[in-house]
């Protein structure tokens, strides 16, 4: 049987993921690489903290009380963070960014289409309104995949070893630990066995359509959904942190 923690726990990990994602997505503004994707990648950030504070006020209900949404968004170290690695690596090109971006975004597609089935009434509600805006961003970053996977020399190089990089913490979001699986059996999260061979088939597929190379390693780098994390997310939690953490419970 579920439990409420348990639940906690499960959408503690959809909330951190897109905060986290959405953070580093807002790295970019004012620094993309023609304005146009700039506000594109600005706009898809605010719809993943959009998704996220969504998540974070529900998880807030669940404590009882006890805490607020920004509590747990901005008082909890990194330990206490239950994103995938693959959101929390740093953006340092625009292939990477790219790259980054499909991976998630086909899970997270999948992953909201069999949770606005879940028996949490909360978290339907939740996927029902988010899949709307993470179809459009599947769209768009699966656009660039193609442009620049079967664009220049220049550009198909930087994409493939964007690649390279990410392909061992693409499928950490499609392997299931016992929290997963504890919470698919009671219908209330997404069976991510159900969904893996979709998702794999999926971002393989349209790789080889922008005539990008599959990696040849079938090793996953995991660790993100129980809290050990790269030495990246420490840093990124520390700019985002800040000022929380210097003026607590401060109001604009």
């Known amino acids: 049987m579920v439990e409420q923690k348990d639940t906690y726990n499960y959408v503690l990990r959809l909330a951190d993921n897109c905060l986290i994602l959405g953070q580093r997505l807002?790295?970019?503004?004012?620094?993309?690489?023609?304005?146009?994707q700039d506000i594109a990648l600005t706009n898809i950030s605010l719809d993943?903290?959009?998704?996220?504070?969504?998540y974070y006020q529900y998880a807030?209900?669940?404590t009882g009380g006890e805490k607020s949404e920004d509590d747990i968004a901005f008082l909890r170290n990194d330990r206490e963070y239950q994103n995938l690695l693959l959101v929390e690596q740093p953006n340092n090109d625009f292939a990477y960014t790219i790259i980054r971006q499909y991976?998630?975004?086909?899970?997270?597609?999948?992953?909201?289409?069999?949770?606005?089935s879940s028996k949490d009434e909360s978290i339907a509600s939740i996927a029902q309104k988010s899949i709307k805006e993470v179809t459009y961003h599947k769209r768009w970053s699966g656009q660039w995949v193609l442009r620049l996977g079967d664009g220049t020399e220049e550009s198909?190089?930087?994409?493939?070893?964007?690649l390279d990089h990410f392909w061992?913490?693409?499928?950490?979001?499609?392997?299931?630990d016992e929290l997963d699986k504890k919470i698919a059996t009671e219908g209330i999260g997404a069976n991510l066995?159900?969904?893996?061979?979709?998702?794999?088939?999926?971002i393989e597929s349209h790789l080889r359509e922008a005539t990008l190379s599959i990696p040849e390693s079938n090793w996953n780098q995991t660790g993100g959904k129980t809290g050990m994390h790269s030495e990246h997310l420490g840093y990124l939690l520390a700019e985002m942190q800040h000022l929380q953490?210097?003026?607590p419970g401060a109001e604009w």
């Open 103 to 116: 991976l998630f975004d086909v899970f997270h597609f999948h992953l909201l289409n069999e949770l606005t």
């Open 245 to 247: 953490r210097s003026f």
């Open 26 to 36: 807002a790295e970019w503004c004012g620094h993309g690489p023609v304005l146009e």
């Open 48 to 54: 993943l903290i959009g998704q996220a504070r969504n």
């Open 60 to 62: 807030a209900e669940l």
């Open 156 to 162: 198909q190089t930087k994409m493939q070893t964007a």
């Open 193 to 202: 066995e159900k969904i893996a061979e979709t998702v794999k088939k999926e």
């Open 168 to 176: 061992a913490y693409a499928f950490e979001s499609i392997t299931p």
